[in-house]
């Protein structure tokens, strides 16, 4: 495959969701909903809907999948997994802050439900992943600590896959984003188990005496196999 194609298809994938969404939307966009509407509730879920596609190519790009090396180069994976994670990680917090804003503005307090709630923890799992990897040498953390911080982030999409079947209109309400949100944590599942049963991807060696796998020295513990995603 090109790394045009496969540039086109990231991009196309995430696309899927949110014009399913807004096609499907688009005689209430039409309707006089007011300011926070708009400016909070409609970015929100355009941001969660991209965040959640966005955290998925995390996993892809930290699997060192070998189809994926052959097209795009581990150092440029890792490259692209560096900057998803703040363009994603961004997008996240925004979707998280701009609900819970909303329901501020519009209800007077926060309306917890447990869709919400599960939201919300995966937003703090979240966050801790991101800042650990973000200000990783700032606040002097451990290789163990920042990996068991980071790793945490395996942990968030399954959360959210739950929050988003719970209380995500466009998930439960197209079928089309529902089958991919099934298909890419089928996919994530996958790749967890492979990671589980094999250790971390391409970090093994054949023989005792087989030179060790050296990794790009910007990875914080100059090993790739040990990034984990983030969003
Ligand atoms: C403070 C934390 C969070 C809050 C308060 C929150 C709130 C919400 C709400 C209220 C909805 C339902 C929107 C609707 O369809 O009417 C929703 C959906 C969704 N959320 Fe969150 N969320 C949080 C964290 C997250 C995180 C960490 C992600 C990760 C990507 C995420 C991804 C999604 C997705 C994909 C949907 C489905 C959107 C749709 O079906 O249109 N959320 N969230």
Redesign the pocket.
């Known amino acids: 495959m090109k790394k045009g194609v496969l540039y086109g298809i990231a991009v196309l994938l995430p696309l899927v969701p949110l014009t399913a969404?807004i096609v499907g939307s688009w005689q209430q966009f039409t309707e006089p909903l007011g300011a926070a509407f708009f400016g909070l509730y409609v970015p929100a879920?355009a941001f969660?809907?991209l965040?959640?596609v966005l955290?998925f190519y995390q996993f892809l790009l930290a699997s060192r999948i070998p189809f994926l090396e052959t097209v795009l180069p581990r150092a440029q994976q890792l490259k692209t997994h560096r900057t998803l994670g703040k363009v994603g990680g961004i997008m996240?917090v925004l979707?998280?802050t701009c609900?819970?804003l909303f329901d501020m503005i519009t209800l007077g307090s926060i309306a917890f439900t447990l869709g919400?709630l599960i939201?919300?923890i995966?937003?703090f799992l979240?966050i801790n992943a991101v800042v650990a990897a973000w200000f990783l040498k700032a606040l002097k953390f451990k290789l163990q600590t920042w990996r068991r911080i980071h790793y945490a982030a395996y942990v968030v999409f399954p959360l959210?896959f739950v929050?988003?079947i719970l209380?995500?209109?466009?998930?439960r309400g197209y079928l089309a984003v529902r089958l991919l949100f099934i298909v890419l944590l089928a996919v994530y599942a996958v790749l967890l188990v492979r990671r589980l049963v094999g250790g971390q991807p391409g970090t093994k060696t054949k023989s005792p005496k087989a030179p060790k796998v050296s990794a790009p020295a910007s990875t914080p513990e100059g090993t790739a196999g040990a990034e984990a995603p983030t969003?």
């Open positions: 969404w879920r969660g809907l965040g959640f955290m996240i979707h998280g609900m819970l919400k939201g919300i995966a937003l979240l959210v929050h988003a209380i995500g209109s466009a998930v969003a």
